[in-house]
């Protein structure tokens, strides 16, 4: 097993050596990762090709395979995506709410990073590559620990961004990659509170719920993804059969999918059948409550709900579909079964969509747009190293700024505090 209290001390350590490093440098770092991954290319996409070959023949599942998947069209798109990061604004050393005391002493804030972040990850390579250039961006340094499923992919692409940061003369440490897949690794990183200052988890809600029972330091613990998106009585049906399209058949596969669909009883037939005669949802299973499968029961598609489906996020092709009389309905049935992820609702009445978003306390909520827009590259972040549905710390996608704490700085002439 590697030895997890060395990798933190040179985390430790190489924070302290990033906090040298300008922006210049940083951004020269991200210019070098961005030409590595298309240059290496063929090494990246060999590595992923082991890693597919044995998750197929482990039986691995559609869904996950697909998360698994790096093709030359995605390793383009994570490069864009490096350049994007490496093209926005330093984040650090501004100095913000800045006042003068009475006594003359000037009082500010200043943005600094965050820490040593690490980050347990299943299935994703792209995770190494978000998170690493979020972290280099921001200063920060990192801690990595893939899935064994994706061992290989994940090896390889760690190798790129550490070669690159290392050519430029940021410290080899600043990013880490645990080469180890035993799961006991994972049980150790949880006990690195006196390394680590901030752990996120991105996978399965299993490994969420472990992390939020077992971690020892702060830990993003939120993220696993229940959508729902409601359609009321005014409503047009074009443009909601569109948008529910998207959110379910855009990335079948992520957190951001759409899981329930809330229909108000008296858009319920159009909607439905609307839904059932378009081709791209012939192969998704359409989990009906009665009075919907009552619509679209000769459909072959279509089957009644189990209890357990409410508040289930499938990433896979499947959806809950459930009629509703009202608008109050659909928002008690998200506030029931919702993971406070993306909830949306579909409307033409104004008054409705401002109850929805009164209402309706999910990290992100969406009016008569897809629930795939709960995403950092689309919400104008450049990446993002996970989405939370936590309220402290950060909440929805998670971005430069979630890697940001700040220190107050006190500029003074000689000032003494009088006594009490």
């Not at 809330?262 to 009665?290: F, G, Q, R, T, Y």
């Amino acid at each position: 097993m590697v030895d997890l209290e060395l990798i933190g001390k040179k985390a430790k350590t190489s924070l302290q050596e990033m906090l040298s490093a300008d922006a210049a440098l940083r951004d020269k770092a991200l210019d070098q990762i961005a030409k590595n991954l298309i240059i290496r290319k063929k090494e990246l996409l060999d590595a992923n090709t082991k890693d597919c070959k044995m998750a197929i023949a482990n039986n691995i599942d559609d869904a996950a395979l697909k998360r698994l998947e790096l093709t030359s069209t995605k390793i383009d798109s994570l490069a864009k995506d490096v350049q994007k990061i490496r093209n926005m604004p330093d984040p650090l050393g501004s100095w913000f709410d800045t006042k003068e005391m009475p006594n003359g002493l000037h009082v500010t804030k200043k943005r600094v990073p965050l820490g040593v972040i690490s980050v347990i990850y299943e299935s994703r390579p792209n995770v190494t590559v978000d998170v690493s250039v979020l972290c280099i961006k921001t200063g920060n340094a990192l801690i990595l620990r893939g899935g064994s499923e994706a061992f290989e992919s994940n090896l390889a692409l760690a190798k790129v961004i550490i070669d690159s940061i290392v050519l430029v003369g940021l410290p080899k440490d600043s990013i880490q990659f645990i080469q180890d897949k035993d799961r006991k690794i994972v049980d150790g990183i949880l006990k690195m509170n006196q390394y680590i200052d901030l752990l996120i988890p991105r996978g399965s809600a299993n490994l969420v719920y472990k992390v939020a029972r077992e971690a020892t330091m702060p830990a993003i613990t939120g993220g696993v993804g229940v959508c729902h998106m409601y359609v009321d009585n005014e409503v047009d049906v074009s443009v909601a059969t569109k948008v529910l399209t998207n959110s379910k058949l855009s990335r079948p596969y992520a957190c951001n999918a759409l899981d329930t669909i809330l229909i108000h009883s008296s858009s319920a037939k159009e909607i439905l059948l609307s839904i059932s005669l378009n081709p791209e949802w012939k192969n998704v299973e359409l989990l009906c409550d009665e009075n919907a499968f009552s619509i679209l029961h000769e459909t072959p598609n279509a089957f009644k709900v189990a209890d357990d489906d409410w508040g289930k996020e499938f990433l896979s092709l499947k959806i809950a579909i459930k009629i509703v009389d009202s608008i109050d309905e659909a928002i008690r049935h998200i506030w029931q079964f919702s993971s406070g992820h993306t909830d949306g609702i579909l409307t033409t009445n104004a008054s409705a969509s401002n109850q929805f978003l009164d209402e309706v306390d999910s990290a992100v909520v969406v009016v008569n747009a897809s629930t795939a827009f709960n995403d950092g590259g689309q919400l104008g972040l450049g990446s993002e190293v996970a989405i939370s549905t936590e309220k402290f710390h950060a909440r929805g996608p998670m971005g430069m700024e979630s890697l940001l704490s700040y220190k107050w700085i006190v500029l003074g002439n000689g000032q003494i505090r009088a006594s009490d």
